[in-house]
Structures are given as structure tokens and as C-alpha cells.
């Protein structure tokens, strides 16, 4: 199974618009995204409260997992969001 490690960027964590617009992201592939932190449990990339239970903060590194065709894709998709900051200033 492909995966991908990836540094939250967003200032306040996957915590409530980052965690919304991460899975509306993880949602729209064509294949089930995962997401665990190291040593953590696994969640839905698509739930928005599977991704707030991670308590993924700022700086800390996710790791994404999917499966399937198009699992690269959906990946490096994923990985985009969070890699980048879209917190409001």
C-alpha cells in the first residue's frame, strides 16, 4: 500500500477548517484516503472527525496511506492540503 509522509503546515493543526477542507479533498478521490500520525491510529482522511481526533498540530508529520488505482494521485492530492497553509490571517 503507496504512502506518503507529509508536515502539517496549517498554524492551528488539522483542527476544524483545515481538517473541513482536507476532507472534502480526501472525499473527491477515487480511492479511500487514510491518515495516522507515527505510532497512531489510522482514520478516514474524509471525516472530519476522525481527522480533529488525530491532534496532528503544526509541524507535526502525518502519514497518508490509500489503495487502489489512482492511490498516487490521491496521495499526492491529499498531501497538497496539507502541506500548505490555508489558515485565514
Do not use: F, Y
Request: hydrophobic share 50%.
Amino acid at each position: 500500500m503507496p504512502e506518503l509522509r507529509v508536515t502539517v503546515a496549517s498554524k492551528v493543526g488539522l483542527h476544524a477548517r483545515p481538517a473541513a477542507l482536507l476532507a472534502k479533498a480526501a472525499a473527491g478521490q477515487a480511492v479511500p484516503v487514510s491518515i495516522r500520525k507515527e505510532g497512531g491510529e489510522q482514520v478516514d482522511a474524509a471525516s472530519v472527525l476522525g481527522l480533529m481526533t488525530l491532534g496532528a498540530m503544526h509541524g507535526d508529520e502525518v502519514i497518508l496511506s490509500a489503495e487502489g488505482a489512482g492511490a498516487d494521485q490521491a496521495l499526492e492530492t491529499v498531501a497538497a492540503l496539507i502541506a500548505t497553509d490555508h489558515d485565514e490571517a
